[in-house]
């Protein structure tokens, strides 16, 4: 029974390596892809506009009803529950970062990290190794989400202080109109 013994580790071993196996990512561009590839794009796009404008209704019909201070409750309380919604909705994994977050809670996926490190400002799109797909999708500042999201000193007071109870790590303002302000992740089985 003993000479049996390190062939049994070996094999455990051998299998655990492959439960945690890290998968790999390849580049791909748009214009060679697949069929398959094609539509996994497609759904990532979709998944991220219908997060968008569930995000940017939400926001801009509480703005008009309450105020800019109210915005940070949609971010900080309905974000998330949005994401979960259009996920479930889409069939994909879906959420935000950014390279100056407001919450640790959205840092990027692994295989997205090194992008917004670099700050890609183009979509990126990659092939997990099972065929699953990978997008990093630009998200540009748009004039709404400056009170929030701009300069500092052109922040109200009222939202300054806002911001600061609710995210008091928050590193995410000193953006202007037009800027690079994160991404939409998307992951397509």
């Known amino acids: 029974m003993r000479a049996f013994a390190p062939v049994v580790v070996v094999l455990l071993l051998l299998g655990l390596g492959a439960c945690t196996r890290?998968?790999?990512?390849?580049?791909?561009?748009?214009?060679?892809?697949?069929?398959?590839?094609?539509?996994?794009?497609?759904?990532?796009?979709?998944?991220?506009?219908?997060?968008?404008?569930?995000?940017?209704?939400?926001?801009?019909?509480?703005?008009?009803?309450?105020?800019?201070?109210?915005?940070?409750?949609?971010?900080?309380?309905?974000?998330?529950?949005?994401?979960?919604?259009?996920?479930?909705?889409?069939?994909?994994?879906?959420?935000?970062?950014?390279?100056?977050r407001r919450t640790p809670n959205n840092a990027p996926p692994a295989w997205a990290a090194a992008y917004v490190e670099m700050r890609a400002d183009d979509a990126v799109y990659l092939r997990r190794d099972d065929g699953a797909l990978a997008a990093l999708l630009p998200i540009q500042l748009q004039p709404v989400c400056v009170t929030c999201h701009g300069l500092p000193e052109e922040i109200p007071p009222t939202v300054r202080a806002a911001l600061a109870r609710t995210y008091p790590l928050d590193q995410a303002t000193g953006f202007r109109v037009g800027d690079l302000r994160g991404w939409f992740w998307v992951e397509v089985p």
């Open 22 to 100: 890290q998968a790999h990512y390849t580049p791909i561009t748009v214009p060679t892809l697949d069929p398959a590839t094609e539509a996994r794009v497609q759904r990532a796009l979709a998944a991220r506009d219908a997060l968008g404008k569930a995000l940017l209704g939400e926001l801009q019909g509480v703005i008009q009803a309450r105020g800019p201070e109210a915005a940070i409750e949609v971010c900080h309380d309905r974000a998330g529950v949005l994401a979960r919604e259009v996920a479930a909705r889409e069939g994909v994994a879906i959420g935000r970062t950014s390279f100056r």
